[in-house]
């Protein structure tokens, strides 16, 4: 490996020059990181599992910080019930992360698999899947009643998941060189979790570029990642379009990530102007090197009918609503179209409860750049739509001779949320709505699928085959793809097989903090009722007792009234194991 990166070549494009000072600031970046990739190479595995532990500590001291910068970045006042968002996705994400790292690091340093001691067994069509959260007792106590599982690409052995899991980590004298990290703008944890798995799924030191919305955060991050960038592991620099730019054809850089949109991925790869899409359909990419991507797209939650209570109806309705509005819409996996049965008897009666429950959720700004021009978007195109929370949310429930294609098709990253009404009942209402999701909606990131105990026992073989059927990277059962990406040991990414030229959501996966390859999807379960109501009989013998739940509601639920105060007290408890603590956050948590 040489000494330095080599000196770039103008980039070929029609966007002005960036200044001289700028270009070298981004080229000396890139020379610091060349020595850090050596230097990372010399590291063993024990001392990368002590670097883990030494970023848990700089995170925790920064966590305050970086909880209150992000919270004010996005409009949210000291005493906002939603702050409680910012803990969530953003220090906690990152602290069970480098944790669940550590763990791998430590198994691996010592001759063993990162799924030794995992529980596998058989899924649908003939996969081997991994039963990976909860790991621990932890895991089981703060969020009670919530699985998740790995399921591996068919063909893929209990053995073969074993012994290949560890990737880079298995040959971590191999050097990957310099990647580049395109950060996301919308959740604070993002660029960072994409820049660890960089480092321990490839061996690839990161050149992290910030979205501008982020850039607050930047002084924290320098405190909370030094342990990184002291060695030079990480660099991290701000800036536009140009920027981005000129880091994706520098010659110092081996790979590109990037989290975001399909459009700025194809401008990545194939160019803009009326060249790039000539140049997509003969497959003559312009970047000329590997990219992998995170996309996001329109998310289905599929409501399978069955005899719900009120307070079923009512809980989720606001599990719904969670899902569109957290972070005020502006995520990857906000579920977007609500899939019912038009022959559901409580159709009517659970609509109701999602007006109700859009309307009564806090209100909050929508701050993400050019969600004004998306709200208008769909108040132009659905002129019908019903609008929540003094005009700045949208609920467009899609009539017998209304046309729901913009609404599948437009990923809107804003308070705009959809009901699509398909026929039938029971396996053949799910199938149908699988099949749905999978040819009409865009993007394959994440689906969601609520349904009662009572009717997924009746539903039995039928349901698991179903949820094999749909074509997405995580598929989350009454439990929010949410859940998914805050579980570092599951994998996070688009459904396998997209391609530079269908992209759909993505090329890849991140987090994966067992290093597992061969991975297709991850699959998240939830309990359908929260405590006391998971004690009821019925729903304890429909489930086998495996969707009980201590929680009366999740702290990450817009409706949880203490949802602020919980996800801090959850984050502070990831922090120092003060069981004490802990404690009296969960006293709170019954207050939710």
Known sequence: MPNAAPAPSRPRTDDPPL????????????????????VWTALTLDQRARLMTRLHDSISASAEDWADVAAASKDLAPEHPLRGEEWLSGPYAALVAVDAYAVTLRALARGASPLDGVTTDAAPGGRVRAHLFPMNAVDGMLLSGYTGEVWFEPGVTAEDARSRAGLGQLTPTAAGGVGLVLGAGNVTSIPVLDVIYELLAYNRVALLKLNPTQDALVPVFQRAFAPLIEPGFLRIVRGGGDVGAYLTRHPGIAHV????AAPTFDAIVWGSGPQAARRKRENRPQLKKPITAELGGVSPIIVVPGAWSDADLAFQAEHVVTMRLYNSGHNCIAGQVVILSAD????????????????????????????????EAAASGYPNATWCADGTRALIEIGADDDATVLETTEYFAPVL???????????????AVAHANEQLVGTLGANVLVD??????????????????????????????????????????FTGATL??????????????????VERSVTRGPFRPFP??????????????????????????????????????????MDGDYAKLMVTLAQAFRA
């Open 19 to 38: 200044a001289e000072d700028v270009r070298e600031h981004l080229d000396a970046c890139i020379s610091r990181l060349d020595e850090g990739a050596r």
């Open 453 to 494: 105990p009572e009717t997924q026992a009746a539903l039995g073989d039928g349901f698991e085959h179903a949820m094999a059927d749909l074509r997405y990277g995580t598929v989350s059962i009454n439990s929010w793809t949410a859940f998914g990406f805050l579980t570092p040991t599951l994998t996070w990414g688009g």
């Open 501 to 518: 030229q269908d992209v759909q959501s993505g090329i890849g996966v991140v987090h994966n903090a067992l290093l597992l390859d061969g």
């Open 418 to 432: 959809g009901v699509v009404s398909l026929p039938g009942a029971g396996q053949e209402f799910l199938d149908t």
């Open 533 to 574: 109501r998971a004690l009821a009989p019925r729903s304890l013998s429909a489930s086998r007792g495996r969707s009980f739940s201590v929680l009366p509601k999740p702290p990450w639920f817009v409706s949880s009234r203490t949802g602020a105060t919980v996800s801090e007290g959850f984050t502070r408890f990831r």
């Open 257 to 260: 990530h990037i989290t975001g």
């Open 344 to 375: 559901w008897p409580q159709r009517g009666a659970f609509l109701r409860a999602l007006r109700a429950a859009y309307e009564a959720a806090p209100r909050r700004s929508a701050w993400y750049p050019r969600s004004d021009a998306k709200l």
